[in-house]
């Protein structure tokens, strides 16, 4: 259902995406879909370590990870640091924002792709879950 909104909400505004279905961890593995993508979004499902190791993999060098957080997110920016730069990434900028007829303020993470995530990653997301970068 998520996938086909976000599919009919970008063709009603003309941006020119595609929307794969799929597990992150399963999708990064296969050869078509590793590193061959612009970029990845993510609603904030998990901590950003977490997000990285499941993202960045699908993102080429050139590209960017956009993650959306809660403004009381700097303790796991810091955190993210870490995981994002040995993924291959690196933050580039916070972005903070009002979601539109509200008052609630999130962020944007944003990361370069600034070189291939090595081989190994990701993991198996029971290990990803377990043991974060």
């Known amino acids: 259902k998520k996938i086909n909104f976000i599919r009919?909400?970008?063709?009603?505004?003309?941006?020119n995406v595609r929307?794969?279905?799929?597990?992150a961890e399963e999708l990064a593995l296969e050869p078509r879909h590793r590193e061959r993508y612009d970029a990845a979004v993510s609603r904030a499902v998990a901590r950003l370590p977490i997000l990285a190791e499941l993202c960045l993999p699908l993102v080429r060098p050139g590209g960017v990870f956009i993650a959306m957080k809660s403004l009381d997110s700097d303790q796991e920016i810091e955190e993210g640091r870490r995981a994002v730069g040995q993924l291959g990434g690196r933050l580039r900028q916070v972005i903070e924002y009002t979601l539109p007829g509200t008052d609630i303020v999130r962020r944007l993470i944003v990361v370069d792709k600034v070189s291939e995530t090595p081989k190994g990653f990701p993991r198996r997301f029971s290990r990803i879950k377990k043991a974060p970068l």
């Open 19 to 23: 929307t794969i279905a799929g597990r």
């Open 8 to 15: 009919d909400a970008c063709g009603a505004l003309d941006i």
